[in-house]
């Protein structure tokens, strides 16, 4: 089985340009999450997808962040402009289901953005 | 809110030996899921272990085993047998029953050859 796919798996640029980043969840999984990781700390929530409606985007800073989730598969994250705090590896995960029993997540790689 | 905390940053362990690392948390619910990932230097998750809140027995997987309190919300991991590919961060992670995480700060674990 394909585990959860991320691209790219680096990214510098500079503050105030615009970056996106690509996911590709485990096939069959209705949820998809995205996370924020900075150095030094757990992951943090930035939105959950059921199929290709979200589910909470409350830590979201939508000034700047967006995200989508197309035909309830494949989901991009985009910042718009990017800031200097915004330096951090950028999780995507996904699950069978995203209530009861069936809320393994598995994680990709992640994206490692540098913002200079 | 729910929280959880993850009061050691840092863990060292001798090969062979036994390591604790501890997890608290704060919720008002009652039915919430419990889990531990392990993050190598790749930084790809991988959960190591989890435990449903409404279960009374202790999860355990091989060498891994956690020691569930639910009335005193505390939720530590034990290593047995550590190896050094047991090196890794480990994070403690609440789920609430609708699917919404919450991570702590992580223990990063050092194996000593």
Redesign the interface.
């Known amino acids: 089985e394909a ?1 959860v796919a991320q691209s790219p798996r680096y990214k510098i640029i500079e503050k105030r340009q615009s970056v996106a980043f690509w996911c590709n969840p485990i096939s069959g999984h209705a ?1 998809l ?1 995205w996370y924020q990781q900075i150095l ?6 930035l939105i ?1 997808f059921q199929n290709n409606g979200v ?2 985007d409350s830590q979201l800073p939508k000034d700047r962040f967006s995200a989508e989730r197309l035909k309830g598969v494949d989901s991009t994250l985009k910042i718009q402009p990017a800031k200097l705090e915004d330096s951090a ?1 950028y ?1 995507c ?1 996904s ?1 069978l ?4 029993l069936n ?8 994206t ?1 953005l540098t913002v200079v | 809110a729910q929280t959880v905390t993850q009061s050691q940053p840092e863990m060292s362990v001798q090969e062979a030996e036994t390591v604790t690392l501890s997890c608290t948390y704060d919720t008002s619910e009652s039915d919430y899921y419990l889990f531990w990932y392990k993050q190598p230097p790749s930084r790809q998750m991988i959960l190591v272990i989890r435990q449903e809140a409404y279960k009374q027995q202790n999860a355990t997987e091989n060498r891994f085993s956690v020691n569930f309190q639910k009335a005193a919300k505390s939720f530590s991991l034990k290593i047995s047998d550590s190896q050094l590919g047991d090196a890794a961060m480990y994070f403690c992670a609440y789920r609430t029953w609708a699917g919404k995480s919450t991570f702590g700060d992580g223990t990063t674990l050092t194996v000593k050859p």
């Not at chain 1, 030094?40 to 929530?45: A, D, E, S």
């Not at chain 1, 809320?103 to 992640?110: H, S």
């Open positions: 585990g949820t999450y030094g700390q757990g992951p943090k929530l959950q589910v909470d590896v999780l995960a699950s289901d995203g209530a009861g809320t393994e997540a598995f994680f990709g790689q992640g490692r």
